[in-house]
């Protein structure tokens, strides 16, 4: 098939282009900075608020996949611009070139919507995608990592000292990247379900505590190392702190810490995708594993 990602320069993003140039797909891939050629992939320069790139991003693509989004804003309005007014510019785009085939990649915290401004604007986005008339299907990833990820290299690197600091008690569910890229290309299929939400995870019942998650992460790297529950008050203190220190630029905001400190974000076994469609192939030992190797050979650990 032709298809048009956006977000391809991203980590999730950038393994699902891999993964569809290998499968033998042509795409076409969003990018704000001037890419060096790749073959498989032809690259259309401009951002969401483009409406000409979008076009061309589009024209003669089979189906996309909207990778791209915003994951961390000093307020609503940053989550608002990346996550709606953009979903809603690339389903015009859709629409116009007569596209029908939309795989829209939002986030658990979409079920939360009230819990943070993040997680209001994934629920905003989907409910754009569900009226738009379109061939929709919406991915909610749990935790994603792999090769690549920076967001769980500090987790990777406290493991590594034997100390795992996260959020009071909870559960979360995990899935790798290069798992999740399969399903999104799966979805992508003529024959695909259509009009459906899924919510994939490593196939592990009930995700994990965090207490298993640190020693995973530690196992991974041939260490030992023990959970660290922080009080969600402190977290709250950190986003403060953060936010004096760096302003615009904190990493833990404010909204961040509302959503760490939610005691449940596994995926729902009611939306789990169906054998026959998908399933995990990367049990998250050994992608845990397979990453702590990466990064050491990068130099990142």
């Known amino acids: 098939m032709k298809l048009a990602i956006t977000g391809a320069t991203g980590f999730v993003g950038g393994r699902l282009l891999t993964m569809a140039v290998a499968q033998g797909h042509e795409v076409i891939a969003l990018t704000r ?11 259309v320069q401009g951002a969401l608020d483009n409406r000409q790139a979008l ?10 996949i909207h990778v791209a989004g915003v994951i ?41 919507s009230a819990l943070s401004n993040y997680g209001a ?4 986005a989907e409910e754009l995608v569900k009226s738009s008339g379109l061939d929709w299907a919406i991915v909610r990833p749990p935790a994603v990592y792999g090769p690549g990820d920076r967001e769980t290299l500090e987790l990777f690197k406290a493991a590594r000292l034997g100390l795992v600091p996260l959020p009071p008690a909870g559960r979360l569910s995990l899935i790798h990247a290069d798992d999740l890229s399969r399903l999104l290309l799966a979805l992508c299929a003529p024959e695909a379900p259509s009009r459906i939400v899924y919510e994939p995870d490593d196939g ?10 640190a020693a995973a992460l530690a196992s991974a790297q041939d260490r030992r ?6 009080p969600a008050g402190l977290i709250r203190m950190g986003a403060s702190v953060d936010r004096w220190l760096r302003g615009s630029k904190a990493k833990l905001t404010h909204d961040r810490a509302a959503y760490f400190c939610h005691p449940d974000w596994t995926a729902s076994a009611d939306n789990r ?7 995990p192939a990367i049990k998250t030992e050994e992608g845990l594993e397979q990453t702590a190797d990466w990064y050491c050979r990068m130099g990142w650990l």
């Open 273 to 279: 995708p169906p054998a026959t469609l998908w399933q």
């Open 33 to 43: 900075r001037s890419q060096g050629e790749r073959h498989g992939v032809t690259w």
């Open 204 to 213: 592990r019942e009930g995700g994990w505590s965090h207490r298993e998650f």
């Open 225 to 230: 190392a023990l959970a660290l529950a922080i």
């Open 55 to 64: 076009q061309r991003l589009v024209d003669e693509a089979d189906a996309l």
């Open 121 to 124: 604007s994934k629920a905003r």
């Open 72 to 112: 961390s804003a000093p307020d609503l309005a940053g989550f608002e611009a990346g996550n709606v007014t953009g979903t809603l510019a690339v389903l015009a785009a859709a629409t116009s070139a007569g596209l029908r085939r939309f795989v829209h990649v939002s986030s658990l915290a979409a079920r939360e």
